[in-house]
């Protein structure tokens, strides 16, 4: 271990600070922070596919509110994580989240809207630029190198007898290649038939995402599935992967199979952390940023000091020669993202007297009609010798509010009890019965 800044010059070989091996796996999942690409459904086939567009239809503020909302989203983690028991490992699709969020945004109104607005960190964006930046992303990042296999699909899926706003529903279907489909929310085949769909979209990396029965109050399903499936640019040889100690933050040395290569990477040696870019692809326009934090500072500082200059330093990295030693591993997570979401910015939309999501519906709806139950997360990702493979579902359930009871009828055409009683005391100060009105 170095424990001194050093720069190197091409044509020496450094020995990377050897502890890589010992990088936090809660942050390493941070390759590719605006990871959308095209949308509909069955996209984890394998197909050649030519971009309309070109780097310069992107709108660079869209880019820059995804990014943001990433990095944010992610420090709210650590207040909101989402689950009970909170382990050494976590994973987001950031992307995945703000597409879905997308998605609902547009049927929000009034209060709802502009939180949304504000927790997407979109800055007034209008919806329609919002649509189409969102298209030109997905078109883009699908042709972006047919060497690698990353897809996105939308859907929405709606209650028997709710009518959805057509407006709405011709929006998502040609922005966000959103299938559209109602079903029977009664019936087990409707989850089955769901959760078939996440599977499909993810080549069965993410089986299950919802449970059966369904609330009698859920109207709506939105969904997002993310995958990503990326050779590494220069595989790592398996002969060269050995068990080797992972050091834990409480201290624990665990063996665990340790991948090690040398060659030339886009390196960082930064004040506080060293991190480093393995390309994936052809092209090497996909790659995973790995940040390793120092001897002697801790991952959760340096998710506090550097991962909100994250845009700023993953441009820094240089090409260098170098050796890296990367564990392989394996994680998958279901996360419930509602607390994180309200403490970003957005509480109004799970809030079941305030939410404003009368554009999802035909008929409208007034505020607490509509409103979010519960914004779910399931990812998955595995990285070994010959590259990387990932997938995420968002799923957001939208619910109807309780609905104000039926007038009652009550004809007191029968014998019927009376009392008469003083609230103050408690007492009942009169009580008699009437059998026959007519009767004095």
Same mark, same amino acid.
């Given at each position: 271990?170095?424990?001194?800044?050093?720069?190197?010059?091409?044509?020496?070989?450094?020995?990377?600070?050897?502890?890589?091996?010992?990088?936090?796996?809660?942050?390493?999942?941070?390759?590719?922070?605006?990871?959308?690409?095209?949308?509909?459904?069955?996209?984890?086939?394998?197909?050649?596919?030519?971009?309309?567009?070109?780097?310069?239809?992107?709108?660079?503020?869209?880019?820059?509110?995804?990014?943001?909302?990433?990095?944010?989203?992610?420090?709210?983690?650590?207040?909101?994580?989402?689950?009970?028991?909170?382990?050494?490992?976590?994973?987001?699709?950031?992307?995945?989240?703000?597409?879905?969020?997308?998605?609902?945004?547009?049927?929000?109104?009034?209060?709802?809207?502009?939180?949304?607005?504000?927790?997407?960190?979109?800055?007034?964006?209008?919806?329609?630029?919002?649509?189409?930046?969102?298209?030109?992303?997905?078109?883009?990042?699908?042709?972006?190198?047919?060497?690698?296999?990353?897809?996105?699909?939308?859907?929405?899926?709606?209650?028997?007898?709710?009518?959805?706003?057509?407006?709405?529903?011709?929006?998502?279907?040609?922005?966000?290649?959103?299938?559209?489909?109602?079903?029977?929310?009664?019936?087990?085949?409707?989850?089955?038939?769901?959760?078939?769909?996440?599977?499909?979209?993810?080549?069965?990396?993410?089986?299950?995402?919802?449970?059966?029965?369904?609330?009698?109050?859920?109207?709506?399903?939105?969904?997002?599935?993310?995958?990503?499936?990326?050779?590494?640019?220069?595989?790592?040889?398996?002969?060269?992967?050995?068990?080797?100690?992972?050091?834990?933050?409480?201290?624990?040395?665990?063996?665990?199979?340790?991948?090690?290569?040398?060659?030339?990477?886009?390196?960082?040696?930064?004040?506080? %952390?060293? =991190? +480093?870019?393995?390309?994936?692809?052809?092209?090497?326009? #996909?790659?995973?940023?790995?940040?390793? !934090?120092? @001897?002697?500072?801790?991952?959760?500082?340096?998710?506090?000091?550097?991962?909100?200059?994250?845009?700023?330093?993953?441009?820094?990295?240089?090409?260098?020669?170098?050796?890296?030693?990367?564990?392989?591993?394996?994680?998958?997570?279901?996360?419930?993202?509602?607390?994180?979401?309200?403490?970003?910015?957005?509480?109004?939309?799970?809030?079941?007297?305030?939410?404003?999501?009368?554009?999802?519906?035909?008929?409208?709806?007034?505020?607490?009609?509509?409103?979010?139950?519960?914004?779910?997360?399931?990812?998955?990702?595995?990285?070994?010798?010959?590259?990387?493979?990932?997938?995420?579902?968002?799923?957001?359930?939208?619910?109807?509010?309780?609905?104000?009871?039926?007038?009652?009828?009550?004809?007191?055409?029968?014998?019927? %009890?009376? =009392? +008469?009683?003083?609230?103050?005391?408690?007492?009942?100060? #009169?009580?008699?019965?009437?059998?026959? !009105?007519? @009767?004095?």
């Amino acid at each position: 271990m170095y424990t001194t800044k050093k720069k190197y010059t091409t044509g020496k070989r450094p020995e990377i600070k050897k502890n890589l091996k010992k990088i936090g796996m809660r942050s390493l999942v941070l390759a590719s922070l605006v990871a959308v690409t095209a949308g509909c459904s069955n996209e984890t086939e394998t197909e050649a596919y030519q971009s309309a567009y070109t780097a310069e239809d992107v709108n660079p503020k869209l880019a820059a509110s995804m990014n943001r909302f990433a990095l944010d989203f992610y420090t709210m983690l650590e207040q909101h994580p989402g689950e009970k028991d909170v382990g050494p490992n976590r994973m987001i699709s950031p992307a995945g989240i703000a597409m879905a969020l997308s998605m609902l945004k547009a049927g929000a109104e009034g209060e709802t809207k502009r939180q949304m607005d504000e927790a997407l960190r979109l800055n007034g964006m209008s919806l329609e630029d919002l649509a189409k930046g969102q298209m030109i992303l997905r078109d883009l990042l699908r042709g972006s190198d047919p060497s690698v296999h990353m897809a996105i699909a939308n859907s929405l899926w709606s209650r028997e007898g709710f009518e959805l706003n057509k407006d709405y529903v011709s929006q998502i279907e040609k922005s966000y290649g959103a299938q559209v489909q109602a079903l029977d929310f009664s019936k087990e085949q409707a989850v089955n038939t769901m959760n078939q769909w996440a599977s499909d979209n993810t080549a069965g990396k993410i089986p299950k995402v919802i449970e059966a029965p369904l609330s009698d109050e859920l109207m709506l399903l939105l969904m997002n599935a993310m995958y990503f499936k990326g050779d590494w640019t220069e595989p790592f040889e398996k002969e060269q992967t050995k068990d080797l100690p992972f050091h834990t933050e409480d201290g624990e040395a665990v063996d665990v199979p340790t991948m090690h290569q040398s060659g030339d990477y886009d390196y960082l040696d930064e004040e506080g %952390f060293q =991190a +480093i870019r393995l390309p994936y692809g052809e092209s090497k326009n #996909f790659g995973m940023i790995l940040a390793l !934090p120092d @001897e002697d500072r801790s991952l959760d500082d340096f998710k506090r000091r550097n991962l909100p200059e994250f845009e700023k330093w993953s441009k820094d990295l240089t090409d260098q020669p170098g050796i890296i030693e990367l564990p392989r591993f394996k994680l998958s997570d279901k996360l419930e993202l509602n607390d994180a979401l309200s403490a970003l910015g957005m509480p109004a939309a799970f809030d079941d007297q305030q939410a404003e999501l009368g554009g999802l519906a035909a008929s409208g709806a007034d505020p607490g009609e509509l409103y979010v139950d519960f914004v779910t997360h399931d990812t998955f990702v595995e990285v070994n010798e010959e590259g990387t493979e990932a997938a995420a579902v968002t799923v957001i359930g939208v619910e109807a509010g309780s609905a104000p009871p039926a007038p009652f009828e009550l004809k007191l055409n029968r014998p019927f %009890f009376f =009392a +008469i009683t003083d609230r103050t005391t408690g007492l009942i100060v #009169f009580m008699g019965e009437v059998g026959n !009105p007519l @009767e004095s």
